[in-house]
C-alpha cells in the first residue's frame, strides 16, 4: 500500500470560516440542552456496555438510539434525502449506482465532531474514528462502546493494520462509515477523498455508499456553527451548538456504488467525492422521513 498524506490540513479556519447562529438560544434553552446531554450519557453508559456485550443488533440499535437522543437534546433536527445521481461516459467507466441494501464502506464530507453521530443515527454502522477522541472525557467511552475503529493518523506504520481491520468487518456484514478528507472543512467546500480505505471496500467485495452531510439553519441557509476546524477546540465548537436556537443537519443517502473487479481505491474515491460534492448530475432527489 502506497503512502498518502496522513495528516492533511484544511484551509478552514474559525475565524474565517465560521460565524455565530443568526438566533440564538437562550440562556434557560442551553442549561436544559446541557442537562439533557448529561442524562443521555449516565443512560447511555451501562446501556451501551450491556448492548457491547450482547453484540450484533442489540449493539447497533442502541448505537442508532444513543445517537438520536444526544442530537435531539442538542436541538438538532436531522432531515434525511435520497441521492439520485447519474454516472456515466469516461468519468466513471466502472462504476453504477445500485439499490441493493447489505454492509458497505459508508464515506461522507467531514464538518464536525457531530458527523459520526448523524451518520449512525441514520443508518446501523461502525464509525472510524481518529485516535484523539480516546483523549475525550465521557466521549471515548461512547464511541468505544459503539464498536468503533481507532485510527493513529501519527503512525502512518499502523495504516495497513487498520485497512485490514475495516475490511474484516465489512466482510463480516457491519458496514464502517469513514470520512476520507482526512480532516474537517467549515461546509462550504469538500476536500480529496484519500483513497486509503477505500481498499477496505475493494479487499471485502463490498459497496461504497456516499453520504453528504450539510449543516443548516431553519429556512435554509447554511450553518458554520458546528463547524470543527483549524485550532478550534471542542468546548467551544460544542458551545456554539448549544447557543443555535434552530439547527438542522441534512443527510443524502446516495445510492450504492458497485464496481468491477480491478477497480482501483483511487477511482472509488474520486467518484464518491464528486458524488458527494455534487461535481456529477443530480437529477433527482425525494425528501423522506428522518
Request: proline content about 7%; glycine content about 8%; overall charge positive.
Amino acid at each position: 500500500m502506497s503512502a498518502w498524506t496522513w495528516l492533511p490540513a484544511g484551509p478552514c479556519t474559525v475565524p474565517a470560516c465560521v460565524t455565530p447562529p443568526s438566533r440564538t438560544a437562550g440562556p434557560l434553552r442551553r442549561v436544559v440542552r446541557v442537562a439533557g446531554v448529561l442524562a443521555v450519557v449516565l443512560v447511555a453508559l451501562p446501556w451501551m456496555a450491556v448492548a457491547r456485550r450482547l453484540g450484533g443488533e442489540s449493539l447497533a440499535a442502541a448505537t442508532m438510539a444513543q445517537a438520536r437522543l444526544l442530537l435531539r437534546v442538542l436541538g438538532i433536527t436531522v432531515r434525511v434525502r435520497d441521492g439520485f445521481t447519474v454516472f456515466g461516459g469516461a468519468r466513471s467507466p466502472r462504476a453504477a449506482a445500485v439499490a441493493e441494501d447489505g454492509p458497505a464502506l459508508i464515506v461522507a464530507n467531514h464538518v464536525s465532531w457531530l458527523d459520526p453521530l448523524v451518520v449512525a443515527a441514520v443508518t446501523p454502522c461502525k464509525a472510524l474514528a481518529k485516535s484523539e477522541i480516546a483523549r475525550w472525557p465521557v466521549l471515548r467511552t461512547l464511541v468505544a462502546g459503539s464498536g468503533a475503529v481507532f485510527i493513529d493518523r501519527e503512525r502512518l506504520s499502523l495504516l495497513p493494520a487498520t485497512v485490514r481491520r475495516v475490511a474484516d468487518l465489512l466482510r463480516s456484514g457491519e458496514s464502517v462509515v469513514a470520512f476520507p478528507e482526512g480532516t474537517t472543512w467549515c461546509g462550504r467546500g469538500t476536500g480529496v477523498f484519500r483513497p486509503a480505505f477505500f481498499q477496505a471496500a475493494v479487499d471485502a467485495g463490498v459497496p461504497v455508499r456516499p453520504v453528504a452531510l450539510r449543516y443548516g439553519e431553519a429556512g435554509g441557509a447554511l450553518a458554520t456553527a458546528p463547524a470543527f476546524v483549524g485550532e478550534d477546540t471542542l468546548l467551544a465548537s460544542l458551545g456554539r451548538v448549544l447557543a443555535s436556537r434552530e439547527l438542522e443537519v441534512e443527510v443524502t443517502l446516495f445510492p450504492l456504488l458497485a464496481y468491477e473487479a480491478g477497480v482501483s481505491r483511487r477511482e472509488l474515491a474520486g467518484i464518491a467525492r464528486a458524488t458527494v460534492s455534487g461535481d456529477l448530475p443530480r437529477v433527482h432527489e425525494v425528501p423522506v422521513a428522518a
